[in-house]
T-cell receptor, first 115, second 110 residues
């Protein structure tokens, strides 16, 4: 299996532009998570899906952020409009289920720089 | 606030030495997981210890859990340069969310 695949690997954009990050989870995994990592705040859970349904989006910073999972093999995280403080590494992770003992498999992340 | 606070924040050792890092948490847990992150990469799951377990081994890794002290430790024996990474302890809170600590940065020099 190729693991969790994220694209793009790097994204540089200007403030105010729309940014779309993409994720393909591991086939057969039912749960998908979006995390953001910064030096100041560490790893923060933004949102997670179970069976393509958003379960908890309380970590989404504000309305500029939105996430979708139209099917079991694809998810997007969109920022519109982007701001410099959104600069971070965004990780997507998947697991077999959102059960207590399930481990997460992470993608390589998207490094976002908003100028 | 972040659950799973690691200590120390940074650790520098030489190859062959053992590395020990600790993790404290605040509320009751079902299990605690440890992950490794190499620079510029995603996190990789290392080991999971359940609340009714006190010690677990995986290769050169040894994890202990003391629920009375709400703490866990990760020991890497006979460290190698390839062990250079950040290590995170992760617990699932009462809402089911995985909470990551700030991590311990380990540098292993040849």
């Amino acid at each position: 299996d190729a693991g969790v695949i994220q694209s793009p690997r790097h994204e540089v954009t200007e403030m105010g532009q729309e940014v779309t990050l993409r994720c393909k989870p591991i086939s057969g995994h039912n749960s998908l998570f979006w995390y953001r990592q910064t030096m100041m705040r560490g790893l923060e859970l933004l949102i997670y899906f179970n069976n393509n349904v958003p379960i908890d989006d309380s970590g989404m910073p504000e309305d500029r952020f939105s996430a979708k999972m139209p099917n079991a093999s694809f998810s997007t995280l969109k920022i519109q409009p982007s701001e410099p403080r959104d600069s971070a590494v965004y990780f997507c992770a998947s697991s077999l289920a959102a059960r207590v003992n399930e481990k997460l498999f992470f993608g390589s992340g998207t490094q976002l720089s908003v100028l | 606030s972040q659950q799973g606070e690691e200590d120390p924040q940074a650790l520098s050792i030489q190859e062959g030495e053992n590395a020990t890092m600790n993790c404290s948490y605040k509320t009751s847990i079902n299990n605690l997981q440890w992950y490794r992150q190499n620079s510029g990469r995603g996190l990789v799951h290392l080991i999971l210890i359940r609340s009714n377990e006190r010690e677990k081994h995986s290769g050169r890794l040894r994890v202990t859990l003391d629920t009375s002290k709400k703490s866990s430790s990760l020991l890497i024996t006979a460290s190698r340069a390839a062990d250079t990474a950040s290590y995170f302890c992760v617990k699932r809170d009462s809402w089911g969310k995985l909470q990551f600590g700030a991590g311990t940065q380990v540098v292993v020099t040849p």
